[in-house]
C-alpha cells in the first residue's frame, strides 16, 4: 500500500466503509479487527460495538436479542459449535445467510496461514428470492404432474415409476414386496343415485381413510376412476393381506352420513407379493387378475395371487 498515494488509500477506505457489501477481518482468536457499518448491522451493532468485540459474542447478542441474523437453532451454543467447526476448515470458503428482515447475502471467508479471516458478503436477496421461487413453482408442477387433484393421492403414471424402483431395489435384497390394487364395489350405482358431487365425496373420503390405515412408506394412488393401489414394501404374503383386510373392513364400516344415513360402501381387493418379479406390468396385472376374481366371488373381499 506504501506505493498507493494516501488519497486513492483514503477512496479505497471510504468506499470499504460505505459499502453496502458486509467487510470484515477476524484475528486467529476471532475478535474483530475490522468492519464496516454494513457489517455491524447484521448483528444490529455499529462499527464502534463491533470493533474489537469476539464474533461469538455478536452472534449471541443478536440472537438474544432477536434481531439482525436468522439462526433456525433453539440453541445457540450448539449452533456456535458447529459454525466454528467450519470457520478456518478451507482457505476460501462461501456460504449464505439470511436475515430476519430476509436480506440474503452470498458471503465468501479467506483465511490465511496464521488463522486471519476476511470476509466479505454481497447483498443477493433477489437472486434468492427467484431461486425460492422457482424451487416452490417447480414443487407445485411436481405436486400437480404426480398426485390426482381429486384424492391428493398419487396418480397412476407416478405410481408406476415408484413400483419400476421398488421392484429394482428389492431385487437385491431378500425382502418381499407387496401391490394390492383396490376396487370400490358398485360406484356406478352410487354416481347414479347420488350423482358426482357424491360419488367425488366417497373418492375423497375413501382416500383420507387408505392414508390414515397405511404406513409412512407406503404409497397409495388413484389409478382411475373407483380404482385405486397401494405399493407395500418390504411387506410379506400375511401382512399384505393383514392390512389389505383392515382397509376392506374398515370402509365396510364407514357411514356417509353427509351424502345419505342408509349408504354402504364396500370394496373388492387383489394382491400379489413376491421378491423376484422382474416387471412392474406383470406385478400389477397378477394383482389385477386377483381383484377380478374378488369381484367375480361376489365382491367385498380380499383375494391373494398365489
Known amino acids: 500500500m506504501e506505493n498507493i498515494p494516501s488519497i486513492i488509500q483514503a477512496m479505497l477506505l471510504d468506499n470499504i466503509l460505505n459499502t453496502n457489501d458486509a467487510i470484515a477481518v477476524f484475528g486467529p482468536n476471532d475478535a474483530i479487527l475490522f468492519s464496516n457499518k454494513t457489517f455491524a448491522g447484521l448483528y444490529d451493532l455499529s462499527v464502534n460495538e463491533v470493533n474489537g468485540k469476539l464474533w461469538q459474542d455478536c452472534v ?46 452470498l458471503c465468501n471467508e479467506t483465511t490465511n496461514e496464521q488463522g486471519y479471516i476476511v ?65 370400490l364395489d358398485h360406484f356406478k350405482q352410487i354416481n ?21 390405515l397405511i404406513r409412512p412408506y407406503d404409497l397409495a394412488a388413484r389409478m382411475g376412476g373407483e380404482e385405486f393401489a397401494i405399493i407395500l414394501p418390504n411387506t410379506n404374503m400375511h401382512e399384505g393381506q393383514m392390512i389389505a383386510e383392515r382397509i376392506r373392513q374398515s370402509l365396510a364400516k364407514l357411514t356417509f352420513k353427509q351424502i345419505s344415513p342408509d349408504l354402504k360402501v364396500t370394496i373388492s381387493i387383489g394382491g400379489m407379493t413376491s421378491n ?31
Not at 440472537?63 to 433456525?72: A, P, V
Not at 405436486?143 to 421392484?167: G, H, Q, S
Not at 422382474?278 to 389385477?288: E, G, P, Y
Request: contains cysteine.
Open 192 to 212: 347414479d343415485q347420488y350423482g358426482h358431487k357424491g360419488g367425488d365425496e366417497v373418492l375423497v373420503t375413501f382416500a383420507k381413510l387408505i392414508k390414515k
Open 276 to 306: 423376484s418379479e422382474l416387471n412392474a406390468s406383470k406385478f400389477t396385472l397378477k394383482s389385477d387378475n386377483a381383484l377380478y376374481k374378488a369381484k367375480n366371488n361376489g365382491r367385498n373381499q380380499v383375494v391373494w395371487c398365489k
Open 60 to 105: 449471541k447478542h443478536s440472537y438474544i436479542n432477536e434481531t439482525g441474523l436468522k439462526y433456525d437453532t433453539d440453541n445457540i451454543e450448539n449452533w456456535l459449535h458447529k459454525a466454528n467447526k467450519l470457520r478456518r476448515s478451507e482457505i476460501q470458503r462461501t456460504f449464505e445467510i439470511n436475515t430476519l428482515k430476509d436480506r440474503w447475502y
Open 119 to 183: 470476509f466479505h458478503g454481497i447483498e443477493n436477496t433477489r437472486s434468492k428470492q427467484l431461486e425460492i421461487e422457482l424451487k416452490n413453482t417447480t414443487e407445485k408442477l411436481t405436486l400437480l404432474a404426480t398426485t390426482d387433484p381429486l384424492t391428493n393421492l398419487y396418480n397412476r403414471r407416478f405410481f408406476f415409476m415408484r413400483l419400476k424402483d421398488e421392484i429394482n431395489r428389492y431385487q437385491r435384497t431378500d425382502k418381499f414386496i407387496s401391490v394390492i390394487m383396490l376396487d
